[in-house]
C-alpha cells in the first residue's frame, strides 16, 4: 500500500550545526508534499511545501529536496537552533477529496546546546 | 494560533463511556480532518469531511464516529471506549482539498481509566 515514512526515528544534532531529516515515499504518483514541525503538546504546523515539478525549494533556514528517482524527499536546517527540537512529519497531502493523508511516522530532532 | 480551536482541551472518562470532541475549522475553510496521535506515535488519519459530507476514511474504528455540521464545526464522537483510546486527537481544517496545507488545532487530550 502507499507510504511515507522517514529514515530515522531520532536524530541530535549541535546547536548550530545543519540537520537533515529523510523521508521515503512509495507511491510513483505523489506529486506534492509537506513538511510538518510538531513541538511538543502543540498540533503540527506547515513548515515547507514541493511540487514534484521542482526538485528543491528554499524557506527561511529549510530547503526540501526532492528525488522522484528514488522517491526520496529530505529537510535540511540550516544552523539548527534550540527552537528547532521538534518531530517532523513528511506528509502526502491528498490530492481530491477522496484520498487519504497520508503521514509519515515522524523523527523527533533533539537540539543539543 | 492555527485559527483552527477544540474543545474540550483534557478529557478524562472511564471505559465503556462515550464522549464527543469539537473542532472548529479556520473562517472560510471547508474541509475537516480528524487524526489520533497515540504516545510517541505518528498521525493516523481517521476521517475527512468536505462541506458536510463526508469524503474520505483512514483506519478509524466502527466505535468512532463523526459528522460535519452545515456551519462546517465538526464532531468526532468516540463510544465504548477502551484503554487503547487514550490518545492526542487532532483535528485540522484547509480551504479545499488537494494541494493545500492542513492547519492543525490545538489537540483534546483523551485519557481512558
Known amino acids: 500500500g502507499e507510504s511515507v515514512g522517514l529514515h530515522l526515528p531520532t536524530l541530535s544534532v549541535q546547536e548550530g550545526d545543519n540537520s537533515i531529516i529523510n523521508c521515503a515515499y512509495s507511491?510513483?504518483?505523489?506529486?506534492?508534499f509537506i513538511w510538518y514541525k510538531q513541538e511538543s503538546g502543540k498540533g503540527p504546523q506547515f513548515i515547507i511545501d514541493?511540487?514534484?515539478?521542482?526538485d528543491k525549494r528554499q524557506g527561511q533556514r529549510v530547503t526540501v529536496l526532492l528525488n522522484k528517482t528514488v522517491k526520496h524527499l529530505s529537510l535540511q536546517i540550516a544552523a539548527t537552533q534550540p527552537g528547532d527540537s521538534a518531530v517532523y512529519f513528511c506528509?502526502?497531502?491528498?490530492?481530491?477529496?477522496?484520498?487519504?493523508?497520508?503521514f509519515g511516522p515522524g523523527t523527533s530532532l533533539s537540539v543539543i546546546p | 494560533d492555527s485559527g483552527v480551536t477544540q474543545t474540550p482541551k483534557h478529557l478524562i472518562t472511564a471505559t465503556g463511556q462515550r464522549v464527543t470532541l469539537r473542532c472548529s475549522p479556520r473562517?472560510?475553510?471547508?474541509?475537516v480532518y480528524w487524526y489520533q496521535q497515540s504516545l510517541d506515535q505518528g498521525l493516523q488519519f481517521l476521517i475527512q469531511?468536505?462541506?458536510?459530507?463526508?469524503?474520505a476514511k483512514g483506519n478509524i474504528l466502527e466505535r468512532f464516529s463523526a459528522q460535519q455540521f452545515p456551519d462546517l464545526h465538526s464532531e468526532l464522537n468516540l463510544s465504548s471506549l477502551e484503554l487503547g483510546d487514550s490518545a492526542l486527537y487532532f483535528c485540522?481544517?484547509?480551504?479545499?482539498?488537494?494541494?493545500?496545507?492542513?492547519?492543525f488545532g490545538p489537540g483534546t487530550r483523551l485519557t481512558v481509566l
Open positions: 485540522a481544517s484547509s480551504v479545499d482539498v488537494g494541494y493545500n496545507e492542513q492547519f
Open positions: 507511491n510513483s504518483a505523489s506529486d506534492y
Open positions: 514541493i511540487r514534484s515539478n521542482m
Open positions: 506528509a502526502d497531502p491528498p490530492r481530491t477529496s477522496y484520498d487519504k493523508v497520508i
Open positions: 473562517s472560510g475553510d471547508l474541509s
Open positions: 469531511y468536505y462541506n458536510g459530507e463526508e469524503r
